[in-house]
């Protein structure tokens, strides 16, 4: 069983950033895919980014490329935790941020592949 807590969301004004953070327990840490989803209101949650268990591949949503980041922290002192740095955040990518874990080693890029969530964290940005 993997719990994973997000944090770091917030009000920010349109052209700031973000740092979100996702911190995971457990020993295994190492061997799940881990991403990030967001849903919006009166949306569908849809996938952010993705990152695979040894932080070599990454994968992104269309809007996304070039402004989000994900990384890891696979380090034997086992932070176990997963970060999404979102800049020159846009009004309309105010959501609830979700950071999900997957029994694998690749990237996910659907809800579906993915095993553990957590419970969110809100990202409101301001025009």
Request: charged share 20%; glycine share 14%.
């Amino acid at each position: 069983q993997v719990q994973l807590v997000e944090s770091g969301g917030g009000l920010v004004q349109a052209g700031g950033s973000l740092r979100l953070t996702c911190v995971a327990s457990g020993r295994t840490f190492s061997t799940y895919g881990m991403g990030w989803f967001r849903l919006a209101p009166g949306k569908e949650r849809e996938f952010v980014a993705a990152i695979s268990h040894s932080g070599t591949s990454t994968g992104y949503g269309n809007s996304e490329k070039g402004r989000f980041t994900i990384s890891r922290d696979n380090a034997d002192n086992a932070k176990n935790t997963v970060y999404l740095q979102i800049d020159n955040l846009e009004p309309e990518e105010t959501a609830d941020y979700y950071c999900g874990a997957r029994r694998s080693y690749g990237l996910g890029y659907y809800i579906a592949d993915y095993d553990y969530w957590g419970q969110g964290t809100q990202v409101t940005v301001s025009s």
